[in-house]
């Protein structure tokens, strides 16, 4: 497993860039990473922004041999490859959210797009798109309370951006590597509830069937997290749907 890298100056994005290609058979493995992206997306149909070059925004295609079901636990091994990264290169401590938020001193530093190409009932082919602010200096108000960039945290040292690409998509293969043995996250559950915030503490979990307040416990090898509600049951909760808030707000 080795990383082609492929650098675009300008693109609308860098997973629909790989779509592209794909329809031309284009290697495994190959990332596409562009200066700015006229049309990046979020989740949810979101618009995500990185029109200048103040942000990595990189993407890679895999042909994984899994089931369709399985395929979302990518996700949180881009989280993780992202968090190596910020610790390795720059002796940040990152954090993450479940499922997928990273977070550098209790604010989001990136962000993670994977979708799933489906062909004949399987996997077709995969592209983890990921968005990490380097150089911001400042955000919108709306989420300034929640947004950092690695420069911001990095007290007057600049972060590189190819630095930044090279170590994330190194860490990735790492973890996809030892999550293709069993399609799931036993090898490598430990490095991520390591790095869960608010393991051991209260959490509202957003269920749309009705929200409630739990204990963390950290995630299983499926990729749930598990939490501990008053009456002493563990309940798993599944991404999608629900999304799990600390009690004091985002983190
Ligand atoms: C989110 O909503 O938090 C996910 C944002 C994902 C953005 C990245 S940037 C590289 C890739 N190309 C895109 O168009 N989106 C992803």
């Known amino acids: 497993m080795q990383a ?5 100056p300008v693109i609308d994005s860098t997973n629909n860039e790989l779509k592209r290609r ?7 493995f190959t990332v596409i990473s562009a200066g700015q992206q006229t049309g990046g997306r979020g989740r949810s149909g979101h618009v995500w922004k990185s029109p200048s070059h103040d942000s990595v925004s ?3 295609i895999l042909y994984p041999k899994a089931s369709v079901e399985h395929v979302s636990r990518l996700t949180l091994i881009a989280a993780m490859a992202v968090a190596a990264m ?3 290169l720059y002796g940040l401590s990152a954090e993450i959210k479940w499922p997928n938020d990273v977070l550098v001193h209790k604010k989001k530093v990136c962000g993670i797009l994977t979708e799933m190409i489906p062909k004949d009932g399987e996997v077709g082919y995969v592209i983890v798109g990921i968005g990490v602010n380097v150089h911001q200096t400042g955000f919108p108000e709306d989420i300034a309370a929640m947004a950092t960039s690695l420069d911001l945290e990095l007290d007057g040292r600049k972060a590189s951006r190819q630095a930044v690409t090279e170590s994330i998509w190194t860490n990735f293969l790492r973890l996809y590597k030892e999550f293709m043995l069993t ?3 036993s090898g490598i559950l430990e490095e991520y509830n390591a790095r869960l915030v608010n393991v051991g503490q209260e ?3 957003l269920d749309p069937l009705g929200e409630y307040t739990a204990i963390s416990q950290g995630i299983d090898a499926t990729g749930a997290l598990l939490v501990k509600t008053g ?11 629900v999304s799990v808030r600390g009690i004091y707000g985002y983190v």
Do not use: F, N, P, Q
């Open 86 to 88: 910020a610790e390795e």
């Open 4 to 8: 082609k890298y492929i650098y675009l």
């Open 231 to 241: 009456s002493g049951e563990i309940k798993r909760v599944d991404s999608g749907e």
């Open 58 to 60: 990189t993407s890679m």
């Open 22 to 28: 794909a329809e031309e058979a284009v290697e495994e």
């Open 203 to 205: 959490v509202r979990i």
């Open 183 to 185: 399609e799931d996250l």
